[in-house]
């Protein structure tokens, strides 16, 4: 069992890669399996979530809490730098307000799920990233309706329902968090529990894998029918992972944090909640009914992107 693991930690990006290349098969191939794909999705990343929260202690947390740098650096990035750019490259798309809105979507809102494990996996401090995961959930909720107000209009604001965002925080933040620490309580006390816990924490990269899968199976063939609406909006994801990586870097070396928190700034910089965003989204009127794959569009992309920054973003920021 344990070489199992090790092998599966030692090739995961290549792994990663395969499921997303099995769920583009078999979302293709078998069109049928998209709805219960889709319907799979947030189980299965409230799954990830848990095991993600589980490999980290708990006692770090409080720690993480104090780390004020930290926290005003990922809030600064995310709230003030991230806006300020999306504003400019939307301007691409600014043209069609269908996809200025998924656009916008998912681009304001940082990411909170599977950016703590890639961090993890970059070797980035993910566990000062899972303490301000509710800080940025609840800032993102807070300034979601501000920033459509101002680059959209008032009138658009009024049709955004907050509810599937609640429902969200809920189910992949706080159950998830709440049964990792009760596991790792019940890890302390009792045999059974620290089974689970190695049990658990032994199959992350199978639920990286299932999670990657589920999700392109679910949209592939949406994306693939709306492909020439869509390509306008590829150029904008990809240079906003791009820029956001040098701005990442720059911001946490200006508030002299250590490597770790710098790996950490830049995946959070660059990693958008578009999984949480997506219920938001379904929610709009059907006027915006294309709304969706743009956010999709945006996962399939930052996807590929985070393969390629775990490898990438220990190499710009060295130990």
Known sequence: ????????????????????????????LIPPVAHPAELAINPVLALLLYATFLGVPFSKIG????????????????FLVVPVVV??????????????????????TPCVDYVIVFTGIAGGAKDRLLAAA????????LLLPFYLWAFVGAEFVATIDLAPFIEAFGLLIVLPLAAAGLTQLAATRTR???????????????LMMLTLAVVVASQI???????????????????????MVPIGAGFAKIARLDVPARRAIVFSGATRNSLVVLPLVLALPAAF??????????TLVELIVMVIFVRLIPRLIPN
């Open 1 to 28: 069992m344990r070489t199992t693991v090790e092998w599966m930690e030692r090739y995961q990006v290549p792994l990663y890669l395969a499921a997303l290349a099995l769920g583009a098969s078999v979302g293709l």
């Open 63 to 78: 720690q993480a809490f104090r780390d004020a740098r930290f926290l005003a650096t990922v809030m600064v990035v995310n």
């Open 87 to 108: 504003w400019l490259l939307s301007r691409i798309v600014a043209h069609n307000q269908v996809l200025l809105v998924g656009v916008l979507f998912v681009l304001l």
């Open 134 to 141: 509710p800080l940025l959930m609840l800032a993102q909720m």
């Open 192 to 206: 059974w529990g620290h089974r689970v816990q190695e049990a658990v924490l032994g199959a992350m990269v199978p």
């Open 221 to 243: 063939a949406g994306v693939g029918q709306q492909l020439g609406a869509l390509l306008l909006a590829i150029p904008v994801y990809v240079l906003f992972a791009a820029i």
């Open 289 to 298: 009914d294309l709304a969706p794959l743009v956010v999709v569009t945006q």
